[in-house]
Structures are given as structure tokens and as C-alpha cells.
């Protein structure tokens, strides 16, 4: 291993050699970028890549840094911390910081959701969900009940069991899939409101529901299944199907919470209330993983009534307290911002940035909601040219699957919004 300071050069040559990327192959294909520094919504680049050294950041780091970067705030909370302490078992012992953050939760989200189990991160938080709706059932006397519905067009982490209940076909994880536990799916959502989509979600319901512990959906938006919008509505039917058959109500706002799509939860523009929640993300401001699965009373009296009475689920560093002050600051943050009006300009700004797309040769679709933009394409992206040509532009994207998109931190002025629209639409371009 070399000593001393590394080039830029012997950094990326070590990159190649032992670091592994998401979603890419051992060595790696293409060459990543070498991000020197951060601060406010700007990467700051090790070395110049055809002359540009600063990217305006459109991805928020995959959705999470919505205060941007190096904020003093969340700078402080951390240093703070650590001069108490960095860490600290929570087996058996307990701290203000996740004290505090878990109160914070159960404030902020639906009134129902009282308790509140943290989690490494937010596929995690999606195992420790169907965990709880598995166990919940047992408890009840009802073990037959041990399989999860969903619709197509999902993505609920890496991890094995939120992996069988993302798209079984089109996604990431069709690998798997005899592998796998077999879920029930539903066919993907419709973007408007069809009574007969409704229809066909209650079929599932009648047919599967004294097997079915928990429906599980990602409210208002399917993320990285595809991006795809639908209508609150369908929320407001899932919830009545549920609680007619006897099945949990499971939301999992990891991508959608904390203000992205306009509201403060997806769950807030059909009005109801899920029996489990899962959230991520943006929970610590982009800082540390942190992730939590919050639920309601019912749900934890009924495991804690069960012939084992605990939720048998415990990650080694839960609750870590640096990670725990950071989240409680970055959501006194996001109030204080006044997020609503932060989103709202974004989504304003994103509206008339993207439009000019919907001319484009290849372009299906260009779509807005909240601080979510979206430039569909009619075929694969080519990910190399696209990303390139967003960088010439002085942005940073990552596309995917057929889609350019854009997630910009709540903290990026008009200038820099319109700097991301101008790359999302060099990038479906060249893509």
C-alpha cells in the first residue's frame, strides 16, 4: 500500500483494484469521478473532467443530502456528539439523541405510529417491517399469514426479503426470483385513478388474504422501480382493503418522506395512516445511514403479547448517537426552512426547466412532483454518454433504465435548478 499522499491518479488506480461500486462490476467498467470535497449543492472534483471541477449536485446523493452539503448546522450537531459520545450500545441502555429523534418521529408522522425502531439503514428498516407484520400475526394465532402483497413496479432495497417484494420482473432483483419468498403482486399501479385497477386490488385481497400478512407499497411514488407516479386514491383504497381482510397496512417513505413529493409524507395527500411506516434517506440530512420502521400501538402490544414476546432484531450499532443527533438536527432544519416553500419553488423550477424535453426525439414522457423531475425515454439510457454529457454541463446525474432524473437538494437556488434542467436535457440527448 503506498504511503504518504496518493495522486489523483494512484487514487482511482487503487479505486479500480479493491473498491467495488453499487450496481457495477469487479473491476469497474467505467472509471468513476473523484469527488475532492462538498459544500452547499456543489461536488468539488479531485481533477477537472473536460474542464469542468465543480458539479452542481442533482441526485442529492441518491436523494438523502436535502440540505445540501457541509451545512453548519449539521456540521455542529455531529461535533457536538462526538464530544459525548460517538457510540454506545442500546441494548439495555438508551441516550437523548435517539430519544429525542424517536419523539421527533412519532410528532411528525401519522398519529396512529407511536413506536419507533431504528435501523441501520433503509433496507433494514423495510426487513425489521415485514419482521414486525410477520410476527404480529403469529402472536395473534394466525401463522398461515406469512406472505406479502404488492404491486409490480416497486423497489424496497437490496437486502433478501425486501428484494422479493420489488418488481419480480423488470427490476434489479429478477435474478433472485426462484430464490426468493413468493409474494403476491398486483399489476402495476395506473398513474390516474380506474376503478377497475381498484377492482383488481380487491381480487388479490380476497383471494390471498387469510395468507397475506402485510401489503407493502411506496406511497404517491415508485421510486427506483422506474419513477413512476400514481394516484393518492389508490392509497385510500389500500387502506380500506386492508383493514376489511384483516391485513396490515405497511408505507415505506424511505425515498418519499421528509417533504420530497411536495407533502411531508406520501401518505399525507390520500390522508390515511399505515399500520407500519419505514423511513430513510433524508432522515439524517444526507450525514450518517440511519433509517427507522415506526408502527402503532396495537401492532407492538400484539408481538409483545406473542409466545415470544420481543422483537427479535437488534443491529449492532442502532440508535448510534451521532447519527441520531444529525437526524434530530436536519429535521429542526427542514422546519425551519420551511421546506413546503422550498419544494414548491423546486417543483415550479423543475416544471418549466424540463419542458422543453417533451420535443426532444426519443422522449416519452417529462414528469414533476414535488422535487422529483423525470425524463423518460423511449429506450434504454446509454448511462456513459448521458453522464457525460450532464457533466459538460456542469452537473451531476445518474441516469437509468430508460430515465434521466433529477432530485435536487431543498437548498438549490433558481440558478443552480435551472443548471440541472439544462443537464437533464443534454443528458436525454445523448442518451
Given at each position: 500500500?503506498?504511503?504518504?499522499?496518493?495522486?489523483?491518479?494512484?487514487?482511482l488506480?487503487?479505486?479500480?483494484?479493491?473498491?467495488?461500486?453499487?450496481?457495477?462490476?469487479?473491476?469497474?467498467?467505467?472509471?468513476?469521478?473523484?469527488?475532492?470535497?462538498?459544500?452547499?449543492?456543489?461536488?468539488?472534483?479531485?481533477?477537472?473532467?473536460?474542464?469542468?471541477?465543480?458539479?452542481?449536485?442533482?441526485?442529492?446523493?441518491?436523494?438523502?443530502?436535502?440540505?445540501?452539503?457541509?451545512?453548519?448546522?449539521?456540521?455542529?450537531?455531529?461535533?457536538?456528539?462526538l464530544?459525548?459520545?460517538g457510540?454506545?450500545?442500546?441494548?439495555g441502555?438508551?441516550?437523548?439523541?435517539?430519544?429525542r429523534?424517536?419523539?421527533?418521529?412519532?410528532?411528525?408522522?401519522?398519529?396512529p405510529?407511536?413506536?419507533?425502531?431504528?435501523?441501520?439503514?433503509?433496507?433494514?428498516?423495510?426487513e425489521?417491517?415485514?419482521?414486525?407484520?410477520?410476527?404480529?400475526?403469529?402472536?395473534?394465532?394466525?401463522?398461515?399469514?406469512?406472505?406479502?402483497?404488492?404491486?409490480?413496479?416497486?423497489?424496497?432495497?437490496?437486502?433478501?426479503?425486501?428484494?422479493?417484494v420489488?418488481?419480480?420482473?423488470?427490476?434489479m432483483?429478477?435474478?433472485?426470483?426462484?430464490?426468493?419468498?413468493?409474494?403476491?403482486?398486483?399489476?402495476?399501479?395506473?398513474r390516474?385513478?380506474?376503478?377497475?385497477?381498484?377492482?383488481?386490488?380487491?381480487?388479490?385481497?380476497?383471494?390471498?388474504?387469510?395468507?397475506?400478512?402485510?401489503?407493502?407499497?411506496?406511497?404517491?411514488?415508485q421510486?427506483?422501480?422506474?419513477?413512476?407516479?400514481?394516484?393518492?386514491?389508490?392509497?385510500?383504497?389500500?387502506?380500506e382493503?386492508?383493514?376489511?381482510?384483516?391485513?396490515?397496512?405497511v408505507?415505506?417513505?424511505?425515498?418519499?418522506?421528509?417533504?420530497?413529493?411536495?407533502?411531508?409524507?406520501?401518505?399525507?395527500?390520500?390522508?390515511?395512516?399505515?399500520?407500519?411506516?419505514?423511513?430513510g434517506?433524508?432522515?439524517?440530512?444526507?450525514?450518517?445511514?440511519?433509517?427507522?420502521?415506526?408502527?402503532?400501538?396495537?401492532?407492538?402490544?400484539?408481538i409483545?403479547?406473542?409466545?415470544?414476546?420481543?422483537?427479535?432484531?437488534?443491529?449492532?450499532?442502532?440508535?448510534?448517537?451521532?447519527?441520531?443527533?444529525v437526524?434530530?438536527?436536519?429535521?429542526?432544519?427542514?422546519?425551519?426552512?420551511d421546506?413546503r416553500?422550498?419544494?414548491?419553488?423546486?417543483?415550479?423550477?423543475?416544471?418549466?426547466?424540463?419542458?422543453?424535453?417533451?420535443?426532444?426525439?426519443?422522449?416519452?414522457?417529462?414528469?414533476?412532483?414535488?422535487?422529483?423531475?423525470?425524463?423518460?425515454?423511449?429506450?434504454?439510457?446509454?448511462?456513459?454518454?448521458a453522464?457525460?454529457?450532464?457533466?459538460?454541463?456542469?452537473?451531476?446525474?445518474?441516469?437509468?433504465?430508460?430515465?434521466?432524473?433529477?432530485?435536487?437538494?431543498?437548498?438549490?437556488?433558481?440558478?443552480?435548478?435551472?443548471?440541472?434542467?439544462?443537464?437533464?436535457?443534454?443528458?436525454?440527448?445523448?442518451?
Amino acid at each position: 500500500m503506498p504511503t504518504g499522499d496518493l495522486t489523483s491518479e494512484q487514487l482511482l488506480a487503487l479505486d479500480r483494484e479493491h473498491v467495488w461500486h453499487p450496481y457495477a462490476p469487479m473491476p469497474g467498467v467505467r472509471p468513476p469521478l473523484l469527488v475532492e470535497s462538498a459544500s452547499g449543492v456543489r461536488l468539488r472534483l479531485a481533477e477537472p473532467v473536460g474542464g469542468v471541477r465543480e458539479l452542481v449536485d442533482g441526485m442529492a446523493s441518491w436523494w438523502s443530502a436535502i440540505h445540501g452539503y457541509a451545512h453548519p448546522v449539521l456540521d455542529e450537531a455531529i461535533r457536538g456528539q462526538l464530544g459525548r459520545m460517538g457510540h454506545v450500545m442500546f441494548g439495555g441502555l438508551t441516550h437523548e439523541p435517539a430519544i429525542r429523534l424517536a419523539a421527533e418521529l412519532v410528532e411528525m408522522t401519522p398519529g396512529p405510529l407511536q413506536h419507533v425502531f431504528l435501523a441501520d439503514s433503509g433496507s433494514v428498516s423495510v426487513e425489521v417491517a415485514m419482521k414486525m407484520c410477520l410476527q404480529y400475526w403469529r402472536s395473534r394465532g394466525r401463522p398461515g399469514k406469512q406472505r406479502l402483497l404488492t404491486w409490480r413496479g416497486g423497489y424496497h432495497g437490496d437486502t433478501w426479503h425486501p428484494m422479493s417484494v420489488c418488481d419480480p420482473d423488470g427490476g434489479m432483483h429478477d435474478l433472485w426470483s426462484g430464490a426468493l419468498p413468493r409474494q403476491v403482486f398486483a399489476d402495476a399501479p395506473p398513474r390516474e385513478f380506474e376503478q377497475a385497477y381498484v377492482d383488481h386490488l380487491a381480487g388479490l385481497f380476497e383471494r390471498h388474504a387469510d395468507e397475506v400478512a402485510a401489503v407493502i407499497v411506496e406511497p404517491v411514488v415508485q421510486n427506483a422501480g422506474g419513477m413512476r407516479f400514481h394516484s393518492p386514491r389508490y392509497l385510500q383504497a389500500l387502506r380500506e382493503l386492508a383493514s376489511a381482510h384483516d391485513v396490515l397496512l405497511v408505507f415505506d417513505e424511505i425515498a418519499t418522506g421528509f417533504g420530497r413529493t411536495g407533502e411531508l409524507f406520501g401518505a399525507e395527500h390520500a390522508g390515511v395512516s399505515p399500520d407500519v411506516m419505514c423511513v430513510g434517506k433524508a432522515l439524517t440530512g444526507g450525514y450518517l445511514s440511519m433509517a427507522a420502521t415506526l408502527c402503532t400501538r396495537e401492532i407492538a402490544d400484539g408481538i409483545s403479547r406473542g409466545e415470544l414476546p420481543v422483537l427479535a432484531h437488534g443491529p449492532t450499532f442502532m440508535g448510534n448517537p451521532l447519527a441520531a443527533a444529525v437526524a434530530t438536527a436536519s429535521l429542526h432544519l427542514l422546519r425551519q426552512n420551511d421546506w413546503r416553500a422550498q419544494v414548491g419553488r423546486i417543483e415550479k423550477g423543475l416544471a418549466a426547466g424540463l419542458e422543453p424535453a417533451r420535443d426532444l426525439p426519443g422522449v416519452r414522457d417529462v414528469r414533476v412532483l414535488g422535487a422529483i423531475g423525470v425524463v423518460q425515454l423511449d429506450h434504454e439510457v446509454d448511462v456513459a454518454a448521458a453522464g457525460a454529457a450532464a457533466v459538460r454541463e456542469g452537473v451531476w446525474l445518474r441516469p437509468f433504465r430508460d430515465l434521466v432524473y433529477t432530485m435536487p437538494p431543498y437548498v438549490t437556488d433558481d440558478e443552480d435548478l435551472a443548471r440541472i434542467c439544462a443537464g437533464a436535457i443534454a443528458a436525454a440527448q445523448a442518451g
